[in-house]
């Protein structure tokens, strides 16, 4: 920049009439206006990979900011080129530095709009959750910190002092953020959920207190729709800091149960009822076979204590409900076909005569 400065003051301080030299300013500034497309497009061409095709290069965040930039240095060169007083000089200057800080704020806010190419390309790259309301937040105040950033700037490019600013600042957001805790709590949870992602729309999960299916995640809550269909709202900041059981991750679900049989039973009908049942749950597809165990663990104080355990891949509960339900009724018709019954709690009495 210094050089085309020192460029265009040698070439202002030729003898040029105040006609020629008005017109070769406008010419500088027609010159820019109509040259700029190209330019804008061989800036971003440089730093794109191989391979980008021409609508992606105007489509992108930086494609608009470098045409208006392009714009504007042409307008400062023909200033320069016109000649101006030290005074004004300093003044075109500063609006000239600070209208570059404004371009960059908002090449850097296009990218990171919901539906930017960059935006896109994170996302898919980072396989985030894509929930539209979370990711219209995150960048949202991105977009407003970038901007006050560059409002900060600009005032002290102009020349003020902003300690006095940023002191007032900071004792403004020191209010602001003791009244507004709670929410700060629930806004940084919120983001927490986004991209730690322990859970997502539609999946089962249980919490210290509550358990159901995910219907909402917004900025400050989540809500959960209970097993007794009403819908709980939980903030944010709690589930944050609290554990998450996400059932809807498990790979295999488990079935288990411990079946007190009578002391009658002898060892030939334990046996039998042993192996019955390991070759019934055997038979089902939605077992897998590797999982299953059916032992004679104890002998408790009312009966003879059977443990059995299998897992199955049904993710949806009904289904693994349904399966049990239908186990359950084989295993009582096991019992009956060997002639067993389940005990109960109970104590025998001897009376001494």
Same mark, same amino acid.
């Given at each position: 920049?210094?050089?085309?400065?020192?460029?265009?003051?040698?070439?202002?301080?030729?003898e040029?009439?105040?006609?020629?030299? *008005?017109?070769?300013?406008?010419?500088?500034?027609?010159?820019?206006?109509? *040259?700029?497309?190209?330019?804008?497009?061989?800036?971003?061409?440089?730093?794109?990979? %191989?391979?980008t095709?021409?609508?992606?290069?105007?489509?992108?965040?930086?494609? +608009?900011?470098?045409?208006?930039?392009?714009?504007?240095? $042409?307008?400062?060169?023909?200033i320069?080129?016109?000649?101006?007083? #030290?005074?004004?000089?300093?003044?075109?200057?500063?609006l000239?530095?600070?209208?570059?800080?404004?371009?960059?704020?908002?090449?850097?806010? &296009?990218?990171?709009?919901? &539906?930017?190419?960059?935006? +896109?390309?994170f996302?898919?790259?980072?396989?985030?959750?894509?929930?539209?309301?979370? *990711?219209?937040?995150?960048?949202?105040?991105?977009?407003?910190?970038?901007?006050?950033?560059?409002?900060?700037?600009?005032?002290?490019?102009?020349?003020?002092?902003?300690?006095?600013?940023?002191?007032?600042?900071?004792?403004? $957001?020191?209010?602001?953020?003791?009244?507004?805790?709670?929410?700060?709590?629930?806004?940084?949870?919120?983001?927490?959920?986004?991209?730690?992602?322990?859970?997502?729309?539609?999946?089962?999960?249980?919490?210290?207190?509550?358990?159901?299916?995910?219907?909402?995640?917004?900025?400050?809550?989540?809500?959960?729709?209970?097993?007794?269909?009403s819908? @709980?709202?939980?903030?944010?900041?709690?589930?944050?800091?609290?554990?998450?059981?996400?059932?809807?991750k498990?790979?295999?679900?488990?079935i %288990?149960?411990?079946?007190?049989?009578?002391?009658?039973? &002898?060892?030939?009908?334990?046996?039998?009822?042993?192996?019955d049942?390991?070759?019934?749950?055997?038979?089902?597809?939605?077992? @897998?076979?590797?999982?299953?165990?059916?032992?004679?663990?104890?002998?408790?104080d009312?009966?003879?204590?059977?443990?059995?355990?299998?897992?199955?891949?049904? +993710?949806?509960?009904?289904?693994?409900?349904?399966?049990?339900?239908?186990?359950?009724?084989?295993? *009582?018709?096991?019992?009956?076909?060997? +002639?067993? #019954?389940?005990?109960?709690?109970?104590?025998?009495?001897?009376?001494?005569?």
């Amino acid at each position: 920049m210094d050089k085309i400065n020192e460029m265009i003051t040698k070439i202002s301080n030729l003898e040029l009439s105040t006609f020629s030299r *008005i017109l070769i300013a406008i010419g500088i500034v027609l010159f820019f206006l109509i *040259i700029r497309p190209l330019l804008s497009y061989i800036m971003i061409k440089i730093f794109k990979i %191989k391979g980008t095709n021409n609508e992606k290069i105007k489509n992108s965040a930086l494609y +608009k900011p470098l045409k208006i930039f392009f714009l504007i240095l $042409g307008i400062y060169l023909a200033i320069l080129f016109l000649g101006v007083p #030290d005074s004004l000089f300093l003044i075109i200057n500063r609006l000239f530095r600070v209208s570059i800080i404004i371009l960059i704020a908002c090449s850097v806010s &296009n990218a990171l709009k919901p &539906n930017s190419l960059f935006i +896109k390309a994170f996302l898919k790259k980072t396989r985030v959750s894509h929930d539209i309301k979370i *990711i219209n937040l995150v960048c949202n105040i991105a977009r407003v910190l970038i901007f006050c950033i560059a409002i900060v700037i600009s005032i002290s490019e102009l020349g003020y002092d902003i300690n006095g600013l940023i002191a007032g600042l900071g004792l403004s $957001g020191v209010t602001i953020a003791l009244a507004a805790q709670d929410t700060a709590k629930n806004l940084f949870g919120g983001m927490v959920i986004f991209f730690d992602k322990p859970f997502a729309i539609g999946e089962w999960i249980q919490t210290e207190k509550y358990e159901g299916i995910v219907e909402e995640i917004t900025f400050r809550s989540t809500r959960i729709r209970t097993w007794d269909d009403s819908v @709980v709202t939980i903030p944010n900041s709690d589930i944050a800091n609290s554990p998450v059981i996400n059932w809807t991750k498990m790979n295999l679900r488990r079935i %288990k149960m411990n079946l007190i049989l009578e002391y009658r039973a &002898n060892l030939k009908q334990l046996c039998n009822f042993t192996n019955d049942v390991q070759t019934l749950l055997e038979s089902y597809d939605d077992i @897998v076979n590797e999982t299953i165990t059916v032992k004679f663990t104890e002998m408790e104080d009312s009966g003879y204590n059977i443990y059995i355990s299998c897992k199955t891949p049904l +993710k949806s509960y009904s289904d693994y409900i349904s399966l049990k339900e239908n186990i359950n009724y084989k295993i *009582i018709q096991i019992l009956e076909k060997n +002639k067993i #019954d389940l005990a109960y709690p109970s104590q025998t009495i001897y009376l001494k005569k």
